[in-house]
């Protein structure tokens, strides 16, 4: 596989379920995003990992936690989340978390996430 | 603060004309990038263009040129020719250089009518 892939694509759960959401790119970047896209607002930052560490979190509430094991995997785990919670979840990888010029992030298809 | 406004929710065109989504940003950082996404209904984001803050002509890729105006900073966004596949959400976005931190708009949804 090539680029930036997320399982599972669709997940519906219940507000007291643990899930987790899985991102793996196969671009050999050093940096990975997790981004939140709800309906009719810009993307937001959640999480910025950087060679595997944590460099930027962006008052996500503690119901999100996020783990990087190594430079080509993140997840997203899931823990009593509530309605509002419910929106696509991206994942994003870049070469270096401090760039310049053109190079862009590349994105996953994303997770579309529904919390009843 | 940096800041990315899109002001057209959505926009029609028809098949094989031209159209323009605008975009303007807010930065008092002087290096910076700005980026153009589509995100067709399947979700991913698609990188379409991009346009260094020292760049002296407009970028383009293809059928998408970016239409720079930095002293009203505005970076808009044309499509040459539209194809029924560019139906999708477009997003501008802003890099401050060195930090590879985006602040996206709130996108613009355009239908291309056949």
């Known amino acids: 596989e090539t680029g930036v892939t997320q399982t599972p694509r669709h997940l519906v759960m219940g507000m007291t379920n643990k899930k987790s959401l899985k991102c793996e790119q196969h671009?050999?970047?050093?940096?990975m995003y997790w981004y939140k896209q709800s309906a009719k607002k810009p993307l937001e930052l959640m999480f910025v990992?950087?060679?595997?560490?944590?460099?930027e979190n962006n008052s996500v509430p503690s119901r999100f936690s996020p783990e990087c094991p190594n430079s080509s995997h993140l997840f997203l785990h899931l823990h009593t989340l509530q309605p509002e919670d419910s929106a696509l979840y991206l994942c994003?990888?870049?070469?270096?978390?401090?760039?310049?010029?053109?190079?862009?992030?590349?994105f996953g298809p994303g997770t579309r996430l529904l919390v009843l | 603060a940096q800041k990315i406004t899109q002001t057209q929710p959505g926009m029609f065109v028809q098949e094989k004309e031209a159209v323009t989504l605008d975009c303007t940003y807010d930065t008092s950082d002087p290096s910076y990038g700005l980026f153009w996404y589509k995100q067709p209904s399947s979700g991913e984001m698609i990188f379409l263009i991009y346009?260094?803050?020292?760049?002296?002509q407009n970028a383009t890729e293809g059928r998408y040129s970016l239409n720079f105006q930095k002293a009203r900073k505005s970076a808009n966004l044309v499509i040459s020719a539209s194809q029924l596949g560019d139906s999708a959400m477009y997003f501008c976005a802003m890099r401050v250089d060195n930090f590879n931190k985006f602040y996206f708009g709130s996108g613009t949804k355009l239908n291309v009518k056949p």
């Open positions: 346009q260094g803050s020292y760049d002296q």
């Open positions: 990992y950087s060679l595997e560490e944590r460099v």
């Open positions: 994003a990888s870049s070469q270096d978390f401090r760039a310049a010029g053109g190079e862009t992030q590349y």
């Open positions: 671009l050999g970047h050093n940096a």
